[in-house]
């Protein structure tokens, strides 16, 4: 079936960037998202980015897409210690959303 | 503010029983969800719903048992023939926003420990 991979975990120290990676295999998706869990709580839609474009800017997020070798990427500028948390790469579309395991981020003084 | 709500947030069962986990939605949101979270995995589908009165199985449905009568409402019966039921149980809800994308909006979910 068709899968998303994530490396589970990231350190970075508060002020510099994070960038979070992922690889997909459903290459129908037309929409590829990032979701964010705090501890103890439900997951919320942090960006996403259309199939067909390579770069997405959001204030301190950048997605990058590679379509063509199936990798996504978020990019977090001037990481702050709320920023620690899972985030989710999501590919699929409609009913068939497929979540990587999640990438948990810890930001450290 | 709109929003779901999953209920309880901490639930305990002994192993034979049948639990049911509530989600209530104020969205007007018509396709709802059921995931399952475990430890270093990503978030499974258990069943999901378009409509009223309507609903499918995802990739783990056995064990689950759910029911739509209401557009706002779509609870979970955690059955005892589900073997391993113990893990993060989250609701949610999809809407299409104008571009084309579908955003799901969570609940904060249901953690159901089996002793």
């Known amino acids: 079936g068709e899968d998303v991979e994530q490396s589970l975990f990231l350190s970075v120290r508060e002020g510099d960037s994070s960038v979070i990676n992922c690889t997909y295999t459903?290459?129908?998706?037309?929409?590829l998202y990032w979701y964010k869990q705090e501890p103890g709580a439900g997951l919320q839609l942090l960006t996403y980015?259309?199939?067909?474009?390579d770069m997405k800017q959001d204030q301190r997020l950048t997605v990058l897409l590679n379509k063509k070798d199936k990798h996504l990427s978020l990019r977090i500028a001037d990481t702050q210690t709320g920023d620690s948390a899972i985030y989710f790469c999501?590919?699929?579309?409609?009913?068939?959303?497929?979540f990587g395991a999640g990438t948990r981020l810890a930001v450290h003084p | 503010d709109g929003g779901i709500t999953q209920s309880p947030k901490y639930l305990f069962r002994k192993e034979g029983q049948n639990v049911t986990l509530s989600c209530e939605q104020n969205?007007?949101?018509?396709?709802m969800y059921w995931y399952r979270q475990d430890p270093g995995q990503g978030l499974r589908l258990i069943y999901y719903?378009?409509?009223?009165?309507?609903?499918q199985k995802g990739d783990i449905a056995e064990g689950y048992s759910v029911s739509r009568e209401k557009k706002e409402s779509f609870p979970l019966t955690v059955t005892s023939a589900q073997k391993n039921p113990t893990a993060f149980y989250l609701c949610?809800?999809?809407?299409?926003?104008?571009?084309?994308?579908?955003?799901?909006?969570f609940g904060a979910g249901s953690r159901l420990t089996v002793l």
């Open positions: 980015i259309f199939s067909n474009m």
């Open positions: 969205l007007n949101h018509d396709a």
């Open positions: 949610a809800s999809r809407r299409g926003l104008r571009d084309g994308a579908n955003v799901l909006t």
């Open positions: 459903d290459s129908s998706s037309t929409y």
């Open positions: 719903s378009q409509i009223v009165n309507d609903f």
């Open positions: 999501v590919s699929g579309g409609y009913n068939k959303l497929i």
